[in-house]
Every structure is written in structure tokens, then in C-alpha cells.
């Protein structure tokens, strides 16, 4: 399993990649149902209902690994916003800005927020016409202009 590579599956709404001690690592990304949890109080363990259908998943994606074993299970939290894409903006309050619900995929972006998050610290605004800081935008909820991806994927539309 050493050349096991890593797998993102944009259908199933999976993800693969090999772990230490030679396990491989199987997770979900089907937000189909979105729940509020309490991180204060989150179990952070699948469920039996979550495993069996993920399982299920993993076996009909790679058939060799339906009679795998499971070694554990983590279940995580997203920090999400309404439109699955984070806000970096500047709030009422002074000095305050804001660069959160990243989903999980904030690290992917970090040299892009790192420029936003400096420039609106700095002059308000985005240096780079690339990173439109209206895109980011906290009262764009309010306003009822949620951000939607120009390049979305078929049936992944919560993974960005």
C-alpha cells in the first residue's frame, strides 16, 4: 500500500490517502445534510449509521477493500459559512477583521488569505486584482449575494 496515492472522488464525495503504519485513511465529505453541533459538546466519533454508508461508499469505489477492517473513526466539524466559502473582511468594529469558515480548506489558500488579510489590516483593500476583497465580504449574507464559484464542480459543490 506504500504507492498508494492520494484520492479525491468529486461523485462519491470521498477521500483517500495512505497512513502511517501502512493503514490507509478513508474519509466523507458528503455535506448533503448539514447539521448545527455544539463544539463544545461534539462527539467526535462516526456514528454506526455515517460508517456503514461510508463503508459502503469505499467499497464500491475500490472493490479489493470491502473487507477491510476499521482501526477507528473520527468524525470533524466544518466551519462553514452559508455559501461554503470563507469571509475575510473587515468588521465595525475598529481593527477587527475577520478571516474565517474555511471548511477545511483554508490551508490550501493560505498564501492568497495571507495577502487579503494583510492588505485589509494595511489600506481596507485588496492589492491584488486577483483576490477581490468584495468576494469575501461578511455583509454579503445580509445582502443576499452569496459567492458561487465560476469553475463548480459537477456534484461537489460543497468542496471547494
Do not use: W
Request: hydrophobic share 40%; with cysteine; aromatic share 8%.
Amino acid at each position: 500500500m506504500n504507492s498508494l496515492p492520494v484520492f479525491s472522488d468529486l461523485v462519491s464525495l470521498q477521500y483517500v490517502r495512505p497512513d502511517v503504519g501502512g493503514e490507509i485513511l478513508f474519509g466523507n465529505s458528503d455535506l448533503a445534510t448539514i447539521e448545527t453541533a455544539d463544539p463544545d459538546a461534539y462527539s467526535n466519533r462516526a456514528d454506526s449509521d455515517f460508517l456503514e454508508a461510508t463503508v459502503e461508499k469505499l467499497a464500491h469505489r475500490f472493490p479489493g477493500l470491502a473487507d477491510g477492517a476499521v482501526a477507528s473513526t473520527y468524525a470533524g466539524c466544518y466551519d462553514v459559512t452559508p455559501d461554503f466559502n470563507p469571509v475575510m473582511s473587515r468588521t465595525d468594529i475598529e481593527g477587527l477583521v475577520l478571516a474565517v469558515g474555511f471548511s477545511g480548506h483554508g490551508f490550501k489558500i493560505a498564501p492568497a488569505v495571507g495577502r487579503l488579510v494583510a492588505d485589509l489590516v494595511v489600506d481596507g483593500r485588496s492589492s491584488d486584482p486577483r483576490i477581490p476583497e468584495s468576494d469575501f465580504r461578511l455583509s454579503r449574507f445580509a445582502e443576499g449575494q452569496k459567492l458561487s464559484s465560476p469553475h463548480p464542480y459537477a456534484a461537489a459543490g460543497q468542496l471547494r
